[in-house]
């Protein structure tokens, strides 16, 4: 797999990002009146805008999260700029935008991906050119208006761990298997990587969980994480063997996003989470899809230390209690399907080792 990689707008649009960050200061102080958010324009917290087939609800803070567009999209807003994370469904971006617009006029500088599932990355290229002001215009913070002042590139910048770039450009029987418009411009390849847009925005890269190239986010202030596919509110932990990933993996990020989540008075409210699919949760469901993930990795072990088959396996039902909430017989990713790869990362010795402490 290529390291490294830099496709055709990486290394300027990471120069700009370093411009912006180092330049933060300045930029607000000289927009010190627009410091108040733009938005949510008179909507009170939790109210729910619908826009066509999307919804967009304010989460608390300056974080929003749109659903019905694939994967959920987290969306903040800054004193200068907005941030997304993720982009849905490319046929759901028009609606997306709409959505966007409702409660902010401010630019989208940055687009993160938290991996490179299709329905995270599917509106990257619309939302990357609906994004940011052309150089040079009014509307863009950063250019001063005289000879010499700083302007950023259009479109916004798609950031991702470095291993969503390399499986998004794989060549597949001689071309690319996703259309290179939709690929990362920037990448980051530690633990984490911080950007600033009126709050600290952390990316968080658990090593082997849903996939090898996943990214949490933690917006400080606004006390949002936003989780991408390591925590699916609708199904079983989604577990991509041939893109990197493994239960134990799933396993230990959701125990460093635990850590770094606080809850309030009987484990609810407090730090908010946005799963990759379904409502939006708290530190409590977060411990309790740990929990389930857990008992039922002990229990494929058990049975895998008795000598069972897989077919065995699966009609001991192990994942039978949660099957309410989490199971499924038909679509992407089936009960059959998760306690298959369990099984075979459990029986091969392929589900690497667990791993404690926040990002290791």
């Known amino acids: 797999m290529k390291q ?5 707008r990486v290394l300027p649009a ?22 108040q958010v733009a938005g949510p324009q008179g909507k009170t917290p939790g109210q729910v805008v619908v826009h066509g087939k999307v919804e967009m609800l304010h989460v608390q803070g300056n974080v929003y999260m749109i659903s ?5 999209i987290t969306v903040q807003v800054g004193p200068q700029f907005v941030i997304v994370v993720d982009s849905g469904l490319a046929q759901m971006s028009d609606e997306v935008l709409a959505a966007i617009r409702s409660v902010t006029d401010r630019h989208i500088l940055f687009v993160i991906d938290t991996s490179a ?4 990355t599917g509106g990257n290229h619309n939302l990357s050119q609906a994004g940011w002001a052309l150089p040079n215009s009014s509307l863009n913070p950063l250019d001063s208006g005289s000879k010499g002042g700083l302007s950023l590139p259009s479109g916004a910048s798609i950031i991702a761990h470095i291993n969503v770039l390399n499986r998004m450009s794989e060549p597949a029987n001689g071309q690319p298997a996703i259309p290179g418009n939709l690929w990362p411009s920037d990448t980051y390849e530690t633990r984490y990587w911080r950007l600033y847009n009126g709050e600290g925005v952390f990316m968080y890269h658990p090593p082997n969980a849903h996939t090898d190239g996943d990214t949490y986010v933690l917006f400080r202030k606004s006390d949002v994480v936003t989780t991408g596919g390591i925590f699916d509110m609708t199904r079983y932990p989604v577990i991509k063997a041939d893109q990197g990933g493994s239960i134990n993996g799933s396993i230990d990020a959701l125990n460093q996003i635990i850590e770094i989540l606080e809850p309030e008075d009987n484990e609810e409210g407090g730090t908010y989470v946005i799963p990759a699919h379904g409502r939006i949760c708290d ?3 977060v411990v309790n899809y740990r929990d389930m993930a857990t008992i039922i990795r002990g ?4 049975l895998i230390n008795k000598g069972m088959t897989l077919d065995q396996v699966k009609a ?11 199971g499924a017989t038909s679509g992407p990713w089936t009960t059959d399907m998760f306690v298959e790869a369990v099984y075979q990362q459990l029986s091969k010795g392929k589900a690497h080792e667990p791993k404690a402490g926040m990002g290791q």
Do not use: I, W
């Open 14 to 35: 990471a120069l700009a990002l370093s411009a912006l960050v180092l330049l933060g200061g300045s930029a607000r102080r000289a927009n010190a009146q627009e410091n």
């Open 68 to 72: 019905g567009a694939g994967a959920n």
């Open 283 to 285: 530190r409590n469901d």
């Open 4 to 8: 490294g990689l830099n496709c055709g």
């Open 299 to 302: 229990r494929v072990q058990a």
């Open 316 to 326: 001991a039902k192990p994942t039978l209690d949660y099957d309410g909430l989490y």
């Open 117 to 120: 599932d299709p329905d995270h």
